[in-house]
């Protein structure tokens, strides 16, 4: 494995806090925006509850999909967890700011 200096880490690490910043954004406006459409039926035309409520568990599945291929240690490549603004990874120690 390449060895990475620390200012690439720190780039790679944003790049993917971006990454996972834009699909949380992404995942949040559609499962709303069906909720909205289930609650008020007619507003941006007629979808059946079953589908709304499909796109919902897709969108869901696509956005965890997306984030454990995404949301990886740039080092060591283990699962970052839940916090957004980590500053080092738990597992192999590494700053990523
Ligand atoms: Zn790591």
Same mark, same amino acid.
């Given at each position: 494995m !390449? $060895? $990475?200096?620390h200012e690439q +880490? $720190? !780039?790679?690490?944003?790049q993917r806090q971006t990454h996972q910043i834009i699909a949380i954004a992404i995942a949040i406006f559609v499962v709303m925006l069906c909720a909205v459409m289930y609650k008020r039926p007619g507003v941006l035309g007629e979808f059946s $509850?079953?589908?709304?409520?499909?796109? !919902?568990i897709a969108t869901i599945a696509v956005f965890l999909v997306f984030t454990s291929y995404n949301w990886r240690c740039p080092v060591c490549s283990k699962?970052?967890?839940?916090? +957004?603004n980590k500053r080092s990874c738990k597992k192999c120690g590494t700053r990523l700011r």
């Amino acid at each position: 494995m !390449q $060895k $990475k200096n620390h200012e690439q +880490i $720190k !780039q790679e690490f944003h790049q993917r806090q971006t990454h996972q910043i834009i699909a949380i954004a992404i995942a949040i406006f559609v499962v709303m925006l069906c909720a909205v459409m289930y609650k008020r039926p007619g507003v941006l035309g007629e979808f059946s $509850k079953a589908a709304l409520f499909s796109v !919902q568990i897709a969108t869901i599945a696509v956005f965890l999909v997306f984030t454990s291929y995404n949301w990886r240690c740039p080092v060591c490549s283990k699962s970052l967890g839940t916090d +957004i603004n980590k500053r080092s990874c738990k597992k192999c120690g590494t700053r990523l700011r």
